[in-house]
């Protein structure tokens, strides 16, 4: 107690004013070397900040209480300060208060950058105690990194020069946070004279993380969870340690590694792009990875399987290209593609499993060794289902699509029959070159059909279909009948260079019937009444029309035996009795019909037209409508 009244300060000597009731700490210290740090008193809290890297165990303690109290247990006598004290001031009276006493670390800043690059720099911020540093660290030319043990955080940029020269970049122990770490920058690679290895055991969160050397042979964060993008392109790295990286703000670029196993085991999402592509690793675990919102690309060539059983979402476009050895494919999370599935060039693919699949921009499947596709919950293709050069492909199962804006498949080999009458929506529908290819079932109205035998198959049977608004045949041989349709509001041949005959056994209208087919003999509509545009272009060989019915060409009817006048020799046609039926033309245009001699077939609808809307020349007969009207309709 003697040593406790010295302390004691501000005492009153009128014991007429003394009552004994106080038990306050009014004063509190702890000292250490040379070092002492005052305590912030507030209430019932004793509060001490000490420097991040301070050296406290042992000290000593001394305080102030009130007049005539005791404290206890006496704090002097405390040498942990590791974990909070309570000490207890009783007043003369005998109350009792409780205080507790923490103590807390605080850091100490740099001003603003630092640059070791040498060691006498790195010896000199050793001492200075900072952990942490508000602008950016540069390295080089150190000869240990031992300075680097204290730092906690880095707000902006960790870059390493070219002159460093360890084996290791190590050192950050206790690095938690780091605006960006460049070794290397995208653009250009850090390059040091012998293999490097890089550890940050502590590290939480980066910016951007930069992995651009050919001499980087390992690389372990094992405790980063976020970053804001992540580059490596890294051919000698053969071991990753990101396990526990579970976002990144934008994109994921890895463009070369020698990893046996591309693993981000609990990555669930990247905000922008995820990328991967000249890697040697001959597994994948992205296990966890639920949403790319940019695009997912890979070319993984070694890859054989390939499972992503999370990945639900895809803001942009899923690109697998160029992977020669990718037997096996399962997506059976990914629900919705926002922009193209496209898978090229897997020429080993023998299994794809997309189950929950309902809605893509775009699907493009191109040279897959499939022999079916099937995605039986896909219900909207937004643009465009293209499917080309499928060698094996001999089925397509879409049983829930119902919308698609336009389809395109490209020379398939074996596929004997499709069936996509389902889609009630279908926009557009394009068949090239499918060799085999023999039924083509649809839906009762489409809207666009175009089909290209590539000159090497007959057409198929169209099942199902009663309307067509538009439909574009070309490039079959033999003779065509597109027996099921009852109405096309377009047609067109494409100057069908190989078929011999034309015919429409159910037809009933046709918009407009556009031909230009030089090969055909016959073409044959036995119910069609109506014809609103007639376009023949170089009808050479046509001498068999069977058109019983027609009765109407309410606009144009248009025959040009050539495109050009010394092709006029070429048609063979020679009258116009096959339309001996139609009474009803909005004008006639014939031209350059060498043989044509014979009009007689257009008198009984010579009661529609005017002299504005006839006109005949280059034929072997060019009669004028005064001469029709006059009854010379032959030469």
């Not at 094996?392 to 490209?410: G, H, R, W």
């Not at 245009?589 to 529609?608: E, M, T, V, Y």
């Not at 005949?616 to 009207?629: K, L």
């Amino acid at each position: 107690m003697a040593f406790l009244s010295l302390l004691i300060t501000g005492c009153s000597t009128d014991n007429n004013y003394f009552k004994g009731t106080d038990n306050y700490v009014t004063k509190f210290q702890i000292t250490s070397g040379a070092n002492t740090y005052p305590a912030e008193i507030k209430e019932d809290s004793i509060n001490i900040y000490i420097p991040e890297n301070a050296v406290i165990a042992g000290a000593k303690a001394t305080y102030t209480i009130s007049e005539h109290s005791d404290i206890s247990p006496d704090p002097a006598a405390i040498t942990d300060w590791s974990k909070e004290q309570q000490f207890v001031v009783t007043s003369y009276d005998g109350k009792d208060r409780t205080y507790y006493c923490n103590i807390f670390k605080t850091a100490a800043v740099s001003a603003g950058n630092v640059s070791l690059l040498n060691q006498a720099q790195a010896d000199e911020f050793a001492k200075s105690g900072i952990t942490k540093i508000s602008g950016n660290l540069i390295i080089g030319a150190v000869d240990n990194t031992n300075a680097l043990n204290s730092i906690t955080d880095v707000y902006k940029n960790i870059t390493f020069t070219k002159d460093y020269k360890l084996k290791a970049i190590d050192g950050f122990t206790k690095l938690a946070t780091a605006g960006n770490i460049n070794i290397g920058t995208e653009s250009s690679a850090f390059v040091p004279d012998s293999l490097v290895t890089v550890s940050m055991p502590a590290l939480t969160s980066a910016g951007a993380v930069v992995i651009n050397s050919p001499k980087v042979t390992e690389v372990s964060m094992p405790q980063l969870q976020s970053v804001y993008s992540l580059l490596v392109n890294a051919s000698k790295l053969t071991n990753l340690n990101l396990n526990v990286l579970t976002a990144v703000l934008s994109d994921v670029k890895f463009k070369s590694g020698s990893m046996e196993e591309l693993s981000l085991p609990k990555l669930e999402s990247v905000v922008g792009d995820f990328s991967a592509g000249g890697l040697n690793s001959t597994k994948v675990n992205l296990s966890s990875l639920s949403e790319v919102g940019g695009t997912l690309t890979l070319q993984l060539i070694a890859l054989k399987e390939l499972d992503l059983p999370a990945l639900k979402k895809v803001g942009a476009n899923v690109s697998l290209s160029n992977m020669a050895a990718l037997e096996s494919l399962k997506l059976n999370a990914l629900s919705r593609v926002d922009g193209t599935l496209s898978l090229n060039g897997l020429d080993k693919l023998q299994s794809v499993s997309c189950s929950a699949l309902t809605m893509a921009k775009n699907i493009d499947l191109e040279r897959l060794a499939l022999d079916g596709i099937s995605f039986p919950s896909l219900e909207n293709v937004t643009v465009q289902f293209k499917m080309q050069n499928m060698s094996k492909l001999k089925k397509v199962e879409l049983p829930k699509l119902v919308s698609c804006a336009k389809m395109q498949l490209y020379y398939f080999d074996v596929a004997d029959a499709l069936d996509f009458s389902s889609v009630k929506q279908l926009g557009s529908l394009e068949v090239v070159a499918a060799y085999k290819l023999t039924s083509l079932t649809l839906p009762e109205t489409t809207q666009e059909l175009i089909l290209n035998g590539a000159s090497r198959n007959i057409m198929p049977v169209l099942k199902n279909v009663k309307t067509i608004n538009v439909l574009k045949i070309s490039q079959f041989t033999g003779d065509i009948n597109i027996a099921s349709v009852e109405k096309i509001r377009r047609l067109s041949d494409d100057g069908n260079s190989e078929m011999t005959g034309l015919e429409f056994s159910n037809a009933t209208e046709i918009d407009t019937l556009n031909f230009g087919s030089y090969r055909v003999t016959s073409l044959k509509a036995p119910k069609l009444a109506k014809i609103m545009f007639l376009d023949m272009s170089d009808p050479w060989a046509l001498d068999d029309i069977q058109m019983p019915l027609l009765k109407e060409i309410s606009g144009e009817m248009k025959i040009w035996g050539s495109t050009y006048e010394y092709g006029a020799s070429q048609c063979m046609m020679t009258n116009l009795d096959a339309f001996s039926s139609v009474t009803k033309i909005g004008s006639v245009n014939i031209k350059w019909c060498g043989h044509l001699s014979d009009f007689s077939g257009l008198k009984n609808a010579l009661g529609s037209l005017t002299e504005s809307k006839w006109s005949v020349s280059g034929c072997s007969y060019n009669p004028s409508f005064a001469d029709m009207r006059a009854g010379k309709f032959k030469k």
